[in-house]
DNA sequence: GCCAAAACGTTACGTTATAACATTTGATCC
DNA sequence: GGATCAAATGTTATAACGTAACGTTTTGGC
């Protein structure tokens, strides 16, 4: 039922594949992936994890040594509106969305060991979570859903008595 | 099924009952509801949706002028980790929570017009969470769900259009 | 080329939260 | 009732997160 894509260490996706795509996407959109928002979104799609706005701007300053805290908010607000990224508020952390055509934020799964970062769909629990705001009269316009707990890879690493 | 309560301009429950269930609360846990504990919690129980920390902060001030963020900080902690309290994190806000023998963080409804809060438990939704989330064998610690949109409310008054 | 809108540069500041260490309070033991 | 240890609080300073405001550059349509 529900589908998933991953953040985590095993990323060996193709980034330019992936930042073709996103700039398509932008395009369709009648928006653009311009130089800053692309480099700030391939730091997103290469992180293992989520990444923070700071560590972002430490990034891109090895590069671009002026840049200041609105470079890197702007285009992350960008990339937040544009799907291609989602805010961890548990975190004040960002996601970079590989399944941006998907309208929405879906149910992110935050290891507290690796601070991976999965991100899962699934639309009965969606609807579910919508019928019951329904019933207090409540009408949904976006949810945030944040889940903390052990990815597979860290339970496992766990059982074997982890540092 | 689910069942609810509300934070909202309603409110005009019996504060003092309320202190005193949470004190007691406290002490079946072998912990104090102190005195600056006490006032966070009750400026929350009054307040119609959710606090900022350092609006809570102004509050206390008026008080006791020499109150710095750490005691506002350190009381909010505490009443968190009580579950006496929930922290909003897509508004970096608190709210009083008057289901604190149910050991967990509900689904938020907060409303985007008059930012009442209302906090609704449902136990089969959170099931199915886990569910999804063993699927890719991760395990749930802690959920946190924020839903925004338009209370009943707003919603009627809307329709009148709003200013 | 001219213009307007969008994006970006830059400075400064506002907001949120915590580290670190000193002091006080409160319970317990004797 | 004083010694003593832990919990709570006081106090100062600073770290971390985010945005306002305004000037300049770039872009795309005419």
Known sequence: MAHTHTHAHDYAGDLEHDLAAAAQWCAARGEKLTEQRREVLALLLQAPGSMKAYDLLAEIQKQKPTAAPPTVYRALDFLVAAGLAHKLDSKNAFVA???????????????????????????????RLAEDAAQFGFSVAAQDIEVKGLCQDCRSTDQQGKA
Do not use: N, Q, T, Y
């Not at 969305?97 to 969606?126: A, N, Q, T, W, Y």
């Open 97 to 127: 969305c590989r399944d941006f055509e998907h309208p929405h934020h879906g149910v992110m799964l935050i290891c507290d060991s690796c601070h991976s970062v999965k991100e899962l769909s699934d639309e009965r629990l969606e609807a």
